[in-house]
């Protein structure tokens, strides 16, 4: 069956270092990925949609790696500030315009 | 401001009783879905329309029914046939998706439905 793995224990890193979460999946062939961030109480915010073509994508201090070989995707949020503090979710294409997402990954990040 | 809006943001129900969890956009988009979310698990999907008058069901549409008789609203009904329905709920729309899901999807702030 398809699945999605990402690290369910949090991640605590210090003001100004560079966070990366995994994203890894088995079973799909996904034509592209999405990654979301949640806070407590709110839905998921869209941040960046990769495709298998691509093997990098950049957003102001966000960048997101799409390895389809090793089938797993990196986040990275370098020089991380305490607001960057939140779940972030991966998802990908489950069918015909649908998504499945990941159980979500918290970050922590500390002054 | 566009956007998605949910209503109430708690919703208490007791048993036996069918609740309806409101979603309504103002993004001009053609695509709607409803998830349900419980703590430490993924979104799960219950049902998604892509166009008014259709709609398809997801992987967990048991004990769930939705309309789309607008596309600017997606109400689903949560029914006494869903016996495990204390959860967040999450309406979300997107652009209509052509070949993928190559559309960003845009999330309401969620229900959380609590049983009496």
């Known amino acids: 069956s398809q699945k999605i793995e990402q690290n369910s224990e949090a991640l605590n890193i210090q003001e100004g270092k560079t966070a990366t979460l995994t994203c890894n999946y088995t079973?799909?062939?996904?034509?592209?990925l999405q990654w979301y961030r949640q806070d407590p109480g709110r839905g998921p915010v869209f941040l960046l949609l990769i495709r298998e073509n691509e093997k990098e994508k950049r957003k102001e201090r966000l960048k997101v790696t799409f390895d389809t070989t090793l089938k797993q995707s990196l986040f990275h949020i370098t020089a991380s500030q305490p607001a960057d503090s939140a779940t972030y979710l991966c998802?990908?294409?489950?069918?015909?315009?649908?998504?499945?997402f990941g159980k979500g990954t918290m970050l922590l990040v500390s002054p | 401001d566009g956007g998605i809006t949910q209503s109430p943001k708690y919703l208490f129900r007791k048993e036996g009783q069918n609740v309806t969890l409101s979603c309504e956009q103002n993004l001009n988009h053609d695509a709607m879905y409803w998830y349900r979310q419980d703590p430490g698990q993924g979104l799960r999907l219950i049902y998604y329309?892509?166009?008014?008058?259709?709609?398809q069901k997801g992987d967990i549409a048991e004990g769930y029914s939705v309309s789309r008789e607008k596309k600017e609203s997606f109400p689903l009904t949560v029914t006494s046939a869903q016996k495990n329905p204390t959860a967040f709920y999450l309406c979300a729309s997107s652009p209509r998706v052509l070949g993928g899901a190559n559309q960003p999807q845009h999330f309401g702030d969620g229900t959380r439905l609590s049983i009496l």
């Open positions: 329309s892509q166009i008014v008058n259709d709609f």
């Open positions: 998802a990908l294409e489950a069918g015909y315009s649908t998504l499945t």
């Open positions: 079973n799909y062939s996904p034509a592209y």
